[in-house]
């Protein structure tokens, strides 16, 4: 996890206007992903908006439905995310984005 925090911290911010439809937010809290075939990946979000997420991870994650969980000190939350993009940063690093298709669950 420091590994991604520190990562997280050097990737510099976009100047290009990518004309979003929702305001997007800085987001920096540990995650998880599991992917359909199962595999957990560790994550960190990297900002979220009302419909998507995007993540800093080791390894690429392929374009696909994942369920990303998500924990505050008093609830857990958990997404079912479509990733549509991934791609490779530093340090071994991915950052990935996708939209929310359904919340799971919250506990």
């Known amino acids: 996890m420091e590994d991604l ?6 990737v510099g ?4 206007e990518h004309g979003r439809n929702a305001e997007r937010l800085e ?3 540990p995650a998880e ?3 359909s075939r199962g595999n957990v990946i560790s994550a ?3 900002e979220i908006s009302r419909f998507g997420i995007g993540l800093l991870h080791r390894g690429p994650i392929m374009p696909s439905e994942v369920t990303v969980r ?3 000190e008093t609830r857990e939350f958990e997404y079912r995310v ?3 993009w991934c791609q ?9 984005g996708g939209r929310f298709l359904t919340q799971a669950s919250k506990s």
């Not at 911010?13 to 290009?16: A, L, N, Q, Y």
């Not at 490779?88 to 990935?96: I, R, T």
């Open 33 to 35: 992903v599991t992917t």
């Open 27 to 29: 987001l920096s809290v």
């Open 13 to 16: 911010k976009s100047e290009i």
């Open 5 to 10: 925090r520190q990562v997280l911290e050097n």
């Open 44 to 46: 960190m979000t990297r």
């Open 82 to 84: 479509a990733v549509e």
């Open 88 to 96: 490779p940063c530093s340090n071994g690093m991915f950052m990935s």
């Open 70 to 72: 998500m924990a505050s």
